[in-house]
């Protein structure tokens, strides 16, 4: 199941792909204008973009950056999910460097419905491969939760 999960998302990305051409770059910027015009709420993790539209996102060089990063974490997440060692190694090591900002535990599963709603502005997603980010948003935040509990760390 996993391998076909892994296959699902994978081709999905490939309408939301990281590089360094502009097309490339922009995914990244579309995924923060969606997130930030989609679940304001959520700004507040942003330090210093609380009250950013989506035209704000576009020019700021931040959201260039963290679009890449975001999209990255996406790519690495499908590619190693068939491997679930290295994925769920990955999912903590990704808990671990989110730490310094005091996330909602909460928002780790919320993350693929925004994730796939960002998805769906890019491309045509059919339920098969809605339900494979959906089974891998369950897994990553099983991991991510336990792993939250072992550290100490709020969780759900």
């Not at 995924?31 to 576009?58: H, I, M, S, W």
């Not at 990063?69 to 903590?92: P, S």
């Not at 310094?100 to 796939?116: E, R």
Request: aromatic share 14%.
């Amino acid at each position: 199941m996993s391998a076909e999960v892994a296959r699902l998302c994978k081709h999905s990305l490939e309408s939301a792909r990281v590089g360094t051409e502009e097309d490339k770059i922009q995914n990244g910027r579309d995924f923060y204008k969606f997130f930030f015009t989609n679940y304001p709420d959520l700004r507040v993790y942003f330090k210093g973009a609380e009250n950013f539209t989506a035209d704000d996102v576009q020019k700021s060089e931040r959201f260039e950056k963290q679009g890449q990063r975001i999209l990255l974490a996406v790519h690495v997440l499908a590619e190693t999910y068939a491997n679930q060692e290295v994925f769920k190694a990955y999912v903590r090591e990704t808990i671990n460097r989110h730490r310094q900002f005091k996330m909602d535990p909460a928002l780790w599963l919320a993350f693929f419905t925004v994730f796939v709603g960002y998805l769906g502005t890019k491309t045509t997603l059919d339920e098969a491969t809605k339900n494979a980010w959906a089974e891998m948003g369950r897994v990553f935040n099983e991991e991510a939760q336990m792993h939250l509990k072992n550290s100490g760390l709020p969780h759900v």
